[in-house]
């Protein structure tokens, strides 16, 4: 693969975790669930993720490539189906649960980018998304810090500095 297909293709996996983070904020915010408070928080960190795609989106265009389109909530649910959502609490926890996945998969990205700007933008999407995990963490109670370090979705691909 070229360097510049690994990098539409890493691209192509943000931009569809992004749409999915703007389809659940759109999905939390027609629960009804949500207070006032809550739901401006949602509507920001919704507008994050849209920052997040228009940014994406222009590089895939940047290298040649077409932006994919976004799926229904409806789409995303069936394929990812989310816990039964009857409170503000379940729907904030299931948002940190997203955030947190996203904030995993940004800074996995990272190191497998070609391109060292790219790589900066997947890092950088990684550090709002850790702050969207931490912000709704801590709505919750908890510790808007639970680890050290952002969680490795692949520990079987560590790399052993000492061999």
Do not use: C
């Given at each position: 693969?070229?360097?510049?297909?690994?990098?539409?293709?890493?691209?192509?996996?943000?931009?569809?975790?992004?749409?999915?983070?703007?389809?659940a904020?759109?999905?939390?915010?027609?629960?009804?669930?949500?207070?006032?408070?809550?739901?401006?928080v949602?509507?920001?960190?919704?507008?994050?993720?849209?920052?997040?795609?228009?940014?994406?989106?222009?590089?895939?265009?940047?290298?040649?490539?077409?932006?994919?389109?976004?799926?229904?909530?409806?789409?995303?649910?069936?394929?990812?189906?989310?816990?039964?959502?009857?409170?503000?609490?379940?729907?904030?926890?299931?948002?940190?649960?997203?955030?947190?996945?996203?904030?995993?998969?940004?800074?996995?990205?990272?190191?497998?980018?070609?391109?060292?700007?790219?790589?900066?933008l997947?890092?950088?999407?990684?550090?709002?998304?850790?702050?969207?995990?931490?912000?709704?963490?801590?709505?919750?109670?908890?510790?808007p810090?639970?680890?050290?370090?952002?969680?490795?979705?692949?520990?079987?691909?560590?790399?052993?500095?000492?061999?």
């Amino acid at each position: 693969m070229t360097d510049k297909n690994n990098d539409l293709n890493l691209l192509t996996g943000g931009l569809d975790g992004e749409y999915f983070g703007i389809a659940a904020y759109e999905a939390a915010l027609g629960t009804g669930l949500l207070s006032a408070g809550t739901a401006e928080v949602a509507k920001k960190f919704q507008g994050d993720h849209a920052q997040h795609a228009e940014r994406i989106r222009e590089e895939i265009g940047r290298l040649g490539g077409t932006p994919g389109e976004s799926k229904s909530w409806a789409e995303y649910a069936s394929s990812y189906p989310p816990p039964p959502l009857t409170s503000e609490t379940d729907v904030v926890r299931y948002a940190a649960s997203l955030e947190q996945s996203a904030a995993v998969a940004s800074v996995a990205s990272v190191a497998k980018y070609q391109s060292p700007e790219l790589a900066r933008l997947a890092a950088s999407i990684a550090g709002v998304e850790a702050m969207h995990w931490g912000a709704l963490l801590a709505a919750l109670g908890e510790s808007p810090v639970p680890v050290s370090f952002i969680p490795d979705p692949e520990p079987e691909a560590r790399i052993d500095v000492a061999s």
